[in-house]
T-cell receptor, first 115, second 110 residues
């Protein structure tokens, strides 16, 4: 069974631009979560989608948004990029949502650099 | 906001040594997970613990969940260079999303 895939793997943007990252979950998984990982803040939860609906949202500004399609693939968008948005963006898929012992399977991440 | 603390932050040991890393919170977890992350990769789930006092073993790795479900430890016996990586704990609090600790960066030297 193929794992979680994320595209692109690396991205360089300049301040003020916007970016869209893509995540394809493991086949059959309906829950997709997004995380931002930085050396200073560690892994921080952005949002979770299940059946095309946002279930949970972390403490990030409205510039960060996401969506999920009917095939469970998900995209996240960051508008008006800031230098501090440089990070590794990780996507994780789970078979179901709303269970505290959910197993999350992470993709390799997208490394975003904002210049 | 619930916070997870991990200690030590960095650990460098020789192959064959034993080690323990810790994960603590002031709040009660519904469940707790341990992950290992290698450079350029996403975290990989090692174990999930749910019940207070629970002990799980995965080859040379032993995971323990505190009785009060506020802390957890990961013990590695006879560490090998392949154990090198960032060890992350992640807790779920009362039905909320996962909260990750800052991680322990382990280096096992041959």
């Amino acid at each position: 069974k193929a794992g979680v895939t994320q595209t692109p793997r690396y991205l360089i943007k300049t301040r003020g631009q916007q970016v869209t990252l893509s995540c394809s979950p493991i086949s059959g998984h309906r829950s997709v979560s997004w995380y931002q990982q930085t050396p200073g803040q560690g892994l921080q939860f952005l949002f979770e989608y299940f059946s095309e609906t946002q279930r949970n949202k972390g403490n990030f500004p409205g510039r960060f948004s996401g969506r999920q399609f009917s095939n469970s693939r998900s995209e996240m968008n960051v508008s008006t990029l800031e230098l501090g948005d440089s990070a590794l963006y990780l996507c994780a898929s789970s078979p179901i949502a709303g269970v505290s012992y959910n197993e999350q399977f992470f993709g390799p991440g997208t490394r975003l650099t904002v210049l | 906001t619930q916070l997870l603390e991990q200690s030590p932050q960095f650990l460098s040991i020789q192959e064959g040594e034993n080690l323990t890393v810790y994960c603590n919170s002031s709040s009660v977890f519904s469940s707790l997970q341990w992950y290992r992350q290698e450079p350029g990769e996403g975290p990989v789930l090692l174990v999930t613990v749910v019940t207070g006092g629970e002990v799980k073993k995965l080859k040379r790795l032993t995971f323990q969940f505190g009785d009060a479900r506020k802390d957890s430890s990961l013990h590695i016996t006879a560490a090998q260079p392949g154990d090198t990586g960032l060890y992350l704990c992640a807790g779920v609090f009362a039905g909320q999303n996962f909260v990750f600790g800052p991680g322990t960066r382990l280096s096992v030297l041959p």
